[in-house]
Antibody, heavy 120, light 107 residues
Framework: EVQLVESGGGLVRPGGSLKLSCAAS????????MGWVRQAPGKGLEWVAN????????FCVDSVKGRFTISRDNAQNSLYLQMNSLRLEDAAVYYC?????????????WGQGTLVTVSS | DIQMTQSPSSLSASVGDRVTITCRAS??????LNWYQQKPGKAPKLLIC???TLQSGVPSRFSGSGSGTDFTLTISRLQPEDFATYYC?????????FGQGTKVEIK
């Protein structure tokens, strides 16, 4: 059974940093692209970043460029999101998701999410 | 960036109704369109990929159609467990973008 379990969320002040982790199990982690999607309270879904199997390709949304870094450790079956210079508008539930392809790229499995609160 | 616009933003329907949700892309995305269902406090769940491919385990009352810029998600006979928010998602080009969501509520 595919499982994705996020951790590392919490309360942080504007300008602060936080590192999210996602522990994957139930599939061969190194075979898949992975990604992060966030959802601000009461709002819709926003794509954050994707990373290729070997970390050779990374994409992220413009609003987090230069502040957030996606990475992975295939030996540990783990995905990460290092978030620096956090802003009020970064407050959201952050979901880790597996990327698959079948006619289109899509997220086929999602974690339960971890809440990031940015407040002074 | 490709903008995804869903309509309606919300709808009220009864069990057994046929429900149609539309998603329009600001430029052609071929068939690189996915649909997700999200219930309150839960992670999104993939329903349909590539505009019309039903995911394993998803009831056949869900169907998707369209290509280019106009897409549709149809629920043929609404069931109590279908009351949720539905999102379309384009993976044609970076940045990937989602529609704003359509909330399906009980009438």
């Amino acid at each position: 059974e595919v499982q994705l379990v996020e951790s590392g969320g919490g309360l942080v002040r504007p300008g602060g940093s936080l590192k999210l982790s996602c522990a994957a199990s139930g599939f061969t982690f190194s075979d898949y692209w992975m990604g992060w999607v966030r959802q601000a309270p009461g709002k819709g879904l926003e794509w954050v970043a994707n990373i290729k199997q070997d970390e050779s390709v990374k994409f992220c949304v413009d609003s987090v460029k230069g502040r957030f870094t996606i990475s992975r450790d295939n030996a540990q079956n783990s995905l990460y999101l290092q978030m620096n210079s956090l802003r009020l508008e970064d407050a959201a539930v952050y979901y880790c998701a597996r990327v698959d392809y079948s006619g289109s790229w899509h997220y086929d499995y999602w974690g339960q999410g971890t809440l990031v609160t940015v407040s002074s | 960036d490709i903008q995804m616009t869903q309509s309606p933003s919300s709808l009220s329907a009864s069990v057994g109704d046929r429900v149609t949700i539309t998603c329009r892309a600001s430029q052609s995305i071929s068939s690189r369109l996915n649909w997700y269902q999200q219930k309150p406090g839960k992670a999104p769940k993939l329903l349909i990929c590539a505009a019309s491919t039903l995911q394993s385990g998803v009831p056949s009352r869900f169907s998707g159609s369209g290509s280019g810029t106009d897409f549709t998600l149809t629920i043929s006979r609404l069931q109590p467990e279908d009351f949720a928010t539905y999102y379309c998602h384009q993976s044609h080009s970076i940045p990937w973008t989602f529609g704003q969501g359509t909330k399906v509520e009980i009438k």
